[in-house]
């Protein structure tokens, strides 16, 4: 009786000692899990990743100020003024392609771009900072970027838009804390650009139409926009080339190619911009081609009624890029007949960069 009762106390202590070894291994896994082994989840923020809620990093942010900026008050935080490239990246833009998109510099590669894609050169500069390799990319005169040493960084990203044409479908988004260029936005992101490489080189490009400032706004934007004149001659005294620019405008606008005639020309020259006997460039008037191939970058920014006329406020850039500003003229506007017409403009700020633009 003895003996069967010391084997029930054995077989009791085995049971014992194997669920303390099971509960043991069990604790375990659940501390591999759950502990501090490295691994970045909501749940585990105290790793060394930089994310939204580990601000105890050394990039420069609106909620870190701690961080040395280079600024006119702080002269002596330095002269780099290079973007950390492996800051946090911007907020995803949830329609991008994720399998083509990149938001460091070895990501690039993801975008299955040519590496002497100039578009994608355009990225690297801006990024990093680079802001001789960017003036020479974008095509514009030394010195006219310095304001983009000012430019830092808190993440950024680029995408392949699968819905756009090739033209534009090179997209791109980035989050500056500081800034001395007027056109990026401070601690916010930079969304809806397109990286674009024309005639003159690369630049940013927003695909969004222009805001409109009324009828009368839009005719003046459509001839400035496509022809490359700042002010109309008001007389047939004038160049060559800016003749073959208001030809071409009339061209243009009379349609009917191979239908119009020297006195249509005429005509339509006199009573929109007030040029009395205006010689036709020859070519226009025997082709009847109209030339499409001109442009100049500029924004409408205002519009006003004064004594029957409409005052239209124009902002030349210096870049393809709309960050550099260029003159601002003032145009009068006046319609006559139902059709709108040229009375006067004059220059309102001038700027020692002219306005840029490409012809064809």
């Given at each position: 009786m003895s003996i069967n009762n010391n084997g029930k106390k054995k077989r009791t202590a085995l049971?014992?000692?194997?669920?303390i070894v099971l509960c043991s291994i069990a604790g375990t896994l659940v501390g591999c899990g759950s502990g501090s082994g490295g691994k970045e989840t909501a749940d585990n923020p105290n790793t060394d990743t930089e994310t939204a809620d580990n601000l105890n990093t050394d990039t420069e942010t609106a909620d870190n100020p701690d961080t040395e900026t280079e600024t006119a008050d702080n002269p002596n935080a330095g002269t780099d003024n290079r973007t950390d490239v492996n800051a946090q990246p911007a907020e995803p833009d949830l329609t991008a392609d994720t399998e083509k998109s990149a938001s460091s510099l070895d990501e690039l590669s993801r975008l299955g771009l040519y590496d002497n894609d100039m578009r994608l050169q355009y990225i690297r500069a801006f990024v990093t900072g680079d802001i001789d390799a960017l003036e020479r990319l974008c095509g514009v005169e030394k010195g006219m970027y310095e304001n983009y040493r000012t430019l830092k960084l808190s993440g950024w990203q680029a995408w392949i838009d699968a819905d756009a044409d090739y033209y534009e479908n090179l997209r791109f988004a980035f989050y500056p804390t500081q800034s001395d260029i007027e056109a990026f936005k401070v601690n916010v992101r930079n969304d809806g650009f397109a990286v674009c490489e024309g005639m003159t080189g690369a630049y940013l490009y927003s695909p969004e139409a222009p805001e409109s400032y009324g009828e009368a706004a839009d005719e003046l934007y459509e001839i400035l926009a496509n022809h490359i004149l700042l002010e109309f001659p008001t007389t047939d005294d004038m160049d060559d080339y800016t003749r073959f620019q208001i030809t071409c405008c009339i061209s243009g606008k009379l349609g009917d190619a191979g239908k119009t005639t020297e006195k249509d020309f005429k005509?339509?020259?006199?009573k929109h911009f007030g040029i009395e006997d205006f010689t036709p460039e020859k070519i226009h008037v025997e082709y009847g081609c109209a030339h499409g191939g001109s442009s100049q970058i500029l924004d409408v920014i205002g519009s006003e009624e004064k004594n029957g006329e409409t005052i239209v406020t124009v902002q030349f850039y210096a870049d393809m890029s709309k960050t550099v500003k260029s003159h601002i003229y003032q145009y009068t506007?006046?319609?006559?007949?139902?059709?709108w017409t040229y009375t006067g403009c004059q220059e309102i700020r001038h700027s020692?960069?002219?306005?840029a633009c490409w012809s064809m």
């Open positions: 049971i014992i000692a194997a669920v005509d339509y020259a006199k506007m006046k319609k006559v007949d139902g059709e020692q960069y002219e306005p």
